[in-house]
């Protein structure tokens, strides 16, 4: 079974502006709401992928019965734990005419430890071995920081692979715990390094004292730049292809997804780049949080072949 787990959840809005301007009044050309966070986009995308997945968290307030609802719709399964406080709303302000995107992100609700405790019984319960976790996105500031290592140790207890995206406190408190993969971008790697990684050389030596500590599976997503894939065995580089930018949300996620289905079909390191990189060119070209389809991946596929190489 494939589990993701998304502990701070969003409805995202996003907000279609022609020329978007500070400090005056702004009219919408188009408005969407999409059921986001970053586990629940992973689900969304592998569900298009045709892989079922259990999606976990918490929800509560006015979009739980919206999520819910989007979900059974999608055939997503779901089980999130009720809560008493409400689902945070991200906004996205996407101006059209001068290509700049921007976010504005709610902090998240306030977690209760009887809450929390009702969470950790259920992915407890859950988690099997086999069983593909993903745990990814950032936390509701009353969750302790090192959420993700004990979820990651809980998981491997019972023989599960973890693949982790987070950044920050919860990508340096996870690692510590080895997960199988993790899938930072750069400017994530840079945080948790603290100094500007601004080529493939200098992620690559980054991303091998990594591999020191335990972990062999690192996927980093470089934007338009393109992407990394480094392994126990291999490291490949793929350069970023030029496509139609819609929305860079939601890019990062697909791409876990891809690390999800290239385990789940026993594709090898420079396939696992290939399609990976096919899903955030994909992604980013289509509105709001809207999940890639394979087919729209595969129409991808042999331009990122043209321009991946052993590194």
């Keep these: 079974m494939i589990i993701t787990?998304?502990?701070?959840?969003?409805?995202?809005?996003?907000?279609?502006?022609?020329?978007?301007?500070?400090?005056t009044v702004n009219r919408t050309s188009d408005i969407r709401y999409d059921i986001g966070g970053k586990g629940v986009n992973v689900s969304k995308v592998l569900k298009n992928f045709g892989i079922d997945s259990l999606a976990i968290g918490f929800l509560g307030g006015t979009w739980k019965v919206?999520?819910?609802h989007e979900l059974d719709k999608r055939g997503i399964n779901h089980q999130?734990?009720?809560i008493n406080a409400s689902t945070r709303t991200n906004t996205k302000v996407v101006d059209t005419k001068n290509n700049i995107y921007t976010d504005i992100n709610e902090a998240g609700p306030e977690i209760s430890k009887a809450e929390l405790?009702?969470?950790?019984?259920?992915?407890t319960e859950k988690c099997s071995e086999g069983d593909i976790v993903v745990l990814s996105g950032g936390i509701p500031s009353s969750l302790p920081k090192d959420i993700y290592g004990t979820l990651?140790?809980?998981?491997?207890?019972?023989?599960?692979?973890?693949?982790?995206?987070?950044?920050?406190?919860?990508?340096?408190n996870g690692l510590k715990e080895?997960?199988?993969?993790?899938?930072p971008n750069n400017h994530e790697l840079s945080l948790l390094f603290n100094e500007e990684l601004d080529n493939v050389e200098k992620i690559i030596e980054s991303c091998d004292k990594i591999r020191e500590q335990g972990i062999d599976n690192i996927l980093v997503s470089m934007g338009s730049e393109g992407a990394v894939y480094i392994t126990k065995e291999k490291t490949f580089f793929a350069k970023g292809i030029k496509v139609p930018v819609r929305s860079t949300v939601g890019a990062g996620d697909s791409m876990v997804a891809a690390l999800v289905y290239s385990i789940v079909n026993k594709l090898d390191a420079k396939n696992t780049l290939i399609f990976a990189q096919g899903c955030g060119a994909a992604t980013v070209t289509l509105e709001g949080t809207e999940a890639c389809k394979l087919e729209q991946v595969e129409s991808m596929i042999l331009k990122v072949k043209e321009n991946i190489e052993e590194v």
């Design 5 to 23: 787990v998304t502990l701070n959840p969003a409805m995202d809005k996003t907000l279609i502006i022609d020329d978007f301007k500070l400090g």
């Design 66 to 68: 919206s999520f819910e």
């Design 178 to 183: 080895k997960p199988f993969a993790i899938k």
């Design 117 to 123: 405790d009702e969470f950790i019984a259920l992915y």
């Design 80 to 82: 999130f734990i009720d």
């Design 152 to 172: 990651i140790s809980i998981a491997k207890s019972k023989g599960a692979l973890t693949i982790l995206d987070a950044e920050g406190e919860l990508l340096a």
